[in-house]
């Protein structure tokens, strides 16, 4: 078994303003759950008074790099093309571990938190450690999401993915405190990868940024409207959601907004074209966070087909805008619907059962959908950002332990 709290040295109290070291595998421009919670903890902790750091891939060639962003020092590790992947970036170990080391060497920060346990991750758990750093280790990935891009047979993807997962307890077991966003996360680290305790703790949203601001008019599509947000992935599962919209009756005049970019957009918007969804159906690409608020307000209803969630932060920040959703039946998913009250689950990839999910929310009233609305804000507020940065706060300045927001929550 793995001991997520090992002993440590006695230590000195930590000084009022902390030097913070991020080490992300993924970071902005990156879009995804783990960039984008890497991003938020760094504007929290900069906003809070601390000096923060990233140590990130960069995402071109060239060599080491520093850039000076409003929320933290990124310095930026030389980097490959994964050839599976769109944007992914590969650190070699030869280039990356000693880099780090120098890195650390340097900064000589006060707590190292890592988002992963691949490449960049990997070279700041082994560092930090052997420099005696306190380290928080977060997971935000399931080693089963690699499947899509390891060109290899099931058999072998399987071996893979029992490596990763030996690798995960090895690696992130060297960390003061592990944490992941969601119970369900928690409970399959420690039967996975043999955690004895693993931290569930939850990315956080900003409640209050997804709420009609007072005086704002909002312009109302003239269609009921559906809304995805996220990558266009294949595990993301949006062509079953695609299908699904062609499943409605059309004089119900579902259209569907998809938020988003990836590797699938040229094989969605093939689907949509044989489909003759086209005048029902808009891929946005990217968009600002503002466009992104705006897109959650103007929406009827929020779906994720996706099946490797562990938590899903678009979800979420769906909710706070007091959206009804129609999720998928998979991972953390069903911790988010109320069935019923502020939405669906669907089998995954059932079409046809997600575009009945979509009808019965959108056949309610306003004054219903309203309602599911109001129960989803509800649920979306045990997520508070505030908590959860005062929770990492409390982590980074020696705490073993910290109270969460599921506590009595049922999740």
Not at 45 to 54: L, P, T, W, Y
Not at 124 to 151: C, K, Q, V, Y
Request: negative net charge; contains cysteine.
């Amino acid at each position: 078994m793995v001991n997520t709290v090992p002993a440590e040295a006695p230590r000195s109290e930590p000084p009022e303003k902390l030097r913070i070291l991020i080490a992300a595998d993924t970071y902005p421009p990156d879009v995804n759950g783990a960039a984008v919670f890497s991003h938020r903890l760094a504007k929290n902790m900069a906003a809070r008074g601390h000096e923060v750091h990233i140590a990130a891939a960069r995402t071109e060639r060239g060599p080491d790099m520093v850039e000076h962003t409003e929320e933290a020092t990124v310095h930026r590790f030389r980097s490959f093309k994964a050839p599976t992947h769109e944007y992914i970036r590969l650190c070699l170990p030869w280039l990356i571990e000693p880099a780090m080391g120098r890195l650390m060497d340097e900064l000589k920060p006060d707590v190292v938190h890592v988002q992963c346990h691949y490449m960049i991750g990997k070279a700041a758990i082994d560092a930090a450690s052997d420099r005696g750093l306190r380290t928080i280790a977060t997971n935000h990935f399931m080693p089963e999401n690699l499947d899509p891009f390891l060109p290899f047979p099931a058999w072998f993807r399987r071996i893979v993915a029992k490596n990763s997962w030996r690798d995960m307890g090895r690696l992130m077991g060297k960390a003061a405190v592990v944490t992941t966003p969601t119970p369900l996360a928690a409970r399959t680290m420690m039967e996975r990868a043999g955690f004895k305790n693993v931290l569930p703790l939850s990315n956080g949203i900003d409640l209050a940024h997804y709420r009609v601001q007072p005086g704002e008019a909002l312009t109302r599509p003239d269609r009921p409207t559906v809304l995805f947000v996220g990558r266009l992935a294949v595990e993301k599962n949006v062509d079953v959601l695609i299908d699904a919209i062609a499943e409605t009756d059309p004089a119900l005049n579902i259209g569907l907004d998809i938020v988003g970019d990836g590797e699938q957009r040229d094989v969605l918007a093939e689907k949509i074209a044989t489909l003759g969804l086209g005048d029902r159906v808009r891929m946005r690409g990217h968009v600002t966070e503002e466009e992104l608020r705006l897109a959650y307000l103007q929406a009827d209803v929020f779906v994720q087909p996706g099946t490797a969630e562990l938590q899903s932060l678009v979800s979420l920040e769906a909710m706070s805008a007091g959206l009804p959703v129609v999720l998928a039946d998979a991972l953390a998913l069903p911790h988010l619907v109320d069935e019923g009250v502020n939405g669906y689950l669907f089998e995954p990839g059932n079409a046809k059962e997600l575009a009945e999910g979509l009808v019965r929310v959108l056949s309610r009233d306003a004054s219903g959908r309203a309602a599911m609305g109001e129960r989803s804000r509800e649920m979306a507020g045990r997520h508070s950002i505030t908590t959860t940065m005062d929770a990492f706060e409390e982590l980074y300045r020696g705490a073993d332990w910290v109270e969460n927001q599921y506590k009595n929550s049922g999740q």
